[in-house]
């Protein structure tokens, strides 16, 4: 499978600690497998939440903001503590990260997103490892509720991303483990669901409710991602991120978590 493209989504849930903490064991942990699948042939771009939430950290900060303004400066803040931390930690397994912010009018406007596309293939050819997210201190697609657009969330982003490169697989690390046919946390007789084929009213069902403190996402806006990449011929999974190791079986096609399945029909992803 060597020489695949790959976009893997990092969740807020996984970068800070319950306290709000950057978790830096997990970003280390990321950083050197994320590295390592690039040295074995991979191409990889990384989706990355967490602005506000680590602006947040760094500000002091005991609770995410609930002004815009603030959260929009707070995401300024955290944007930059982020993008430290991934030339770091990247930079310690010999790999150079690119900065990539986006709007909806980047990826909404035909001229915008094809060159998007172009400077995404720049980067790749270059070697470069490009770390995306919303471009929270401009945008209020994501932080606003009520306003979303295009993007809105980053599980969306990372759908969108995957088509703007013509990935082969994205992956959404989050802090459960894939869909399962019930609430895991009310039923625990719930199963895990590996292979999802369409996604159908039944699964859209199980789609529950919103993310975590820190975080805006939830179960329903990865199967809004996986309905976008799986009718554009792109493979999705959704994995606990407390196992990033688990990424090796993942790119093998091994069980882990829910893959839903791309129907390879071709045509241009937006």
Request: proline fraction near 2%.
């Amino acid at each position: 499978m060597n020489g695949q493209r790959l976009v893997i989504k990092v969740g807020t849930s996984t970068l800070l600690r319950s306290g709000g903490g950057v978790n830096l064991r997990e970003m280390d942990a990321l950083a050197r497998v994320l590295s390592d699948l690039k040295n074995m042939g991979y191409q990889v771009i990384l989706v990355s939440s967490g602005a506000i939430g680590v602006g947040a950290g760094k500000l002091g900060m005991k609770d995410r903001p609930r002004e815009l303004r603030f959260k929009q400066a707070t995401a300024a803040v955290g944007q930059c503590e982020l993008m430290h931390l991934y030339d770091k930690l990247f930079g310690e397994y010999g790999q150079t990260v690119a900065q990539i912010l986006l709007t909806d009018e980047d990826v909404d406007h035909p001229d915008r997103a094809e060159h998007l596309s172009g400077t995404f293939e720049a980067l790749l050819e270059m070697g470069c490892i490009p770390v995306v997210n919303e471009n929270d201190s401009v945008s209020a697609s994501e932080i606003e509720t009520g306003q979303k657009k295009v993007l809105g969330d980053n599980d969306t982003l990372s759908a969108i991303v995957a088509g703007l490169c013509k990935a082969d697989l994205l992956v959404l690390l989050t802090d459960i483990d894939g869909l399962y046919d019930a609430d895991p946390r009310k039923e625990p007789g719930a199963q895990l669901i590996h292979h999802v084929e369409a996604i159908t009213p039944e699964i859209e069902a199980l789609g529950g409710g919103g993310g975590s403190q820190w975080g805006t996402g939830g179960m329903a806006t990865k199967l809004t991602a996986a309905k976008r990449a799986m009718s554009h011929g792109i493979d999705m999974v959704i994995a606990n991120s407390s196992d990033l190791n688990a990424l090796y079986d993942i790119v093998e096609g091994k069980d882990v978590g829910t893959r839903f399945r791309g129907k390879h029909c071709g045509g241009h992803f937006l």
